[in-house]
């Protein structure tokens, strides 16, 4: 589903954020993506997502290479792929309903359309009772729960995390880990950046290990412990 093949990454001031970096991440496989602050997390998941390109290798995604892919195309791309950040960035002057249901009238989606996806994904998510309050009204944990349903309403084979239970008690990152390892288990790939390593040492999923832009450590799933 990803696919890296020797990317390096460089900005316009020199600084080299990825160097080298190789990896494959299938079809249904949960991975976590770890490294200190600064070690190229953010601009990984920024390749995958287009909003930089690499500077030197491929990236592909779903079997597409990146890297010819003309601007005008990028939206399609991103159809493909589910955003959770740890800031929901959800709109509170919206209901819950109406945030998860932007990414599909963004895309054109038939009304009736809408409505279904919506509702299945707000019930995949335990909110579909929810569906009319406003997400003022709702914890920290429900709020990233609605993140998570805007994401997968379209039914994306590619889900990114990005650092999703940073703001949450053990206990909601609990549940909010218990919800991608169900999207991995009917085939979703989910990459999950995260520096939270006692997150990572409970659950055991194959992790990839960022330091200074290198992927220094590629450890399959039971691997890897406290």
Do not use: W
Request: hydrophobic letters at 40%; aromatic letters at 4%; glycine letters at 10%.
């Amino acid at each position: 589903m990803i696919e890296f093949d020797r990317v390096s990454k460089r900005y316009p001031n020199g600084n080299e954020a990825l160097r080298q970096v190789s990896f494959r991440l299938p079809a249904g496989e949960l991975t976590f993506l770890t490294g200190h602050s600064g070690a190229g997390k953010s601009t990984l998941l920024k390749l995958i997502m287009m909003i930089e390109r690499a500077s030197h290798g491929h990236v592909r995604v779903d079997g597409e290479d990146l890297g010819p892919l003309g601007n005008r195309h990028i939206p399609y791309l991103r159809r493909k792929i589910g955003m959770v950040h740890q800031a929901h960035h959800l709109l509170f002057d919206r209901t819950v309903y109406d945030n998860v249901a932007l990414p599909l009238i963004i895309a054109g989606y038939r009304p009736a359309d809408i409505g279904r996806r919506v509702r299945a994904a707000l019930d995949k998510v335990g909110l579909l009772s929810k569906e009319q309050l406003m997400p003022e009204m709702l914890s920290g944990g429900e709020q990233q729960r609605i993140g998570i349903a805007r994401a997968v309403v379209n039914k994306p084979p590619l889900l990114l995390a990005d650092e999703p239970t940073g703001n949450l008690d053990p206990a909601l990152s609990a549940e909010i880990m218990d919800l991608f390892q169900d999207f991995a288990r009917v085939g979703v790939s989910v990459l999950i950046a995260t520096h939270d390593l006692s997150l990572i040492a409970r659950y055991q999923h194959r992790l990839l290990t960022l330091r200074q832009g290198e992927l220094i450590a590629d450890r399959e799933e039971g691997s890897h412990g406290p």
